[in-house]
């Protein structure tokens, strides 16, 4: 009688004791998962500048690519680009048609090192306004390198940044600074032919290129970029002086 008592209430509290681990578990994994869940949507509603260039260009077609790139990069770039305003230089899709050799992989989107450089040459950390614009010499930007501004020698001339026309009209961003509309990429041709190499696979018409080569791009390379580039902007104005001249009397 007393052994099957004793049985009986040995079952009893291992039951117990089951029970309660298992609701302890359940309740601590609910627990977790209830801050992971309050991390993300903290992350989330944290504006940075990247989302936030990102929805105030989702209108503008012609910067379609600027933001794709910029996209691409973005855990890359929000590593750097700390703080709570910023200037942003945006190139229009043909500002990048320009610096693109043809018939090749985009570099920017393969090449992630290309990316970070260049863009980060686009940034200031904090909002100029055009003042700051119209009164300085140059920007430092947040790669640390400075870009120069300059101004056409007519009183209401245009205002250059690297040789790029600024938009003096800025689209603003909701808390984190301005956007500036440029019609230059701050690239050099050596970033791009860099670039480049380091994604040997990448065919041309002639072959693929070689990255052992110490110099320049094969010449024709170059060559087939200047050329096509050329025919394009002919193109252009043959279309704008058709345009023209079917509109006179």
């Not at 503008?60 to 770039?77: A, P, T």
């Not at 020698?153 to 940044?161: H, V």
């Not at 791009?192 to 094969?218: F, K, L, Y």
Request: aromatic content about 10%; glycine content about 4%; overall charge negative.
């Amino acid at each position: 009688m007393f052994a099957s008592i004793t049985s009986f209430t040995s079952y009893c509290c291992t039951s117990r004791t089951e029970r309660f681990n298992a609701v302890f578990l359940l309740l601590l994994a609910l627990g977790l998962f209830q801050s992971f869940a309050m991390e993300v949507d903290a992350q989330q509603a944290t504006p940075n500048v990247i989302s936030e260039i990102r929805e105030a260009l989702s209108g503008h077609k012609e910067l379609s690519r600027v933001v794709n790139y910029l996209n691409l990069g973005e855990k890359e770039f929000l590593k750097i680009l700390t703080g709570t305003q910023f200037t942003f230089f945006a190139p229009t899709n043909w500002a990048f048609v320009r610096v693109m050799p043809m018939d090749i992989a985009d570099p920017f989107f393969v090449d992630s090192k290309l990316r970070q450089d260049v863009f980060l040459h686009h940034f200031v950390q904090g909002s100029v306004s055009k003042d700051n614009l119209l009164n300085n010499s140059e920007l430092m930007m947040a790669d640390q390198k400075p870009s120069t501004l300059t101004r056409d020698s007519k009183a209401d001339g245009p205002i250059l940044i690297n040789k790029a026309n600024i938009n003096l009209e800025p689209v603003f961003l909701p808390t984190m600074g301005v956007i500036y509309i440029v019609d230059r990429v701050f690239a050099t041709n050596q970033q791009i032919e860099e670039a480049i190499r380091r994604h040997p696979a990448v065919e041309t018409p002639w072959g693929p290129i070689d990255p052992s080569q110490q110099g320049n791009v094969n010449n024709q390379d170059v060559e087939s970029q200047t050329v096509v580039v050329d025919l394009v902007a002919e193109f252009l104005r043959e279309q704008d002086a058709a345009a023209a001249a079917g509109q006179q009397p």
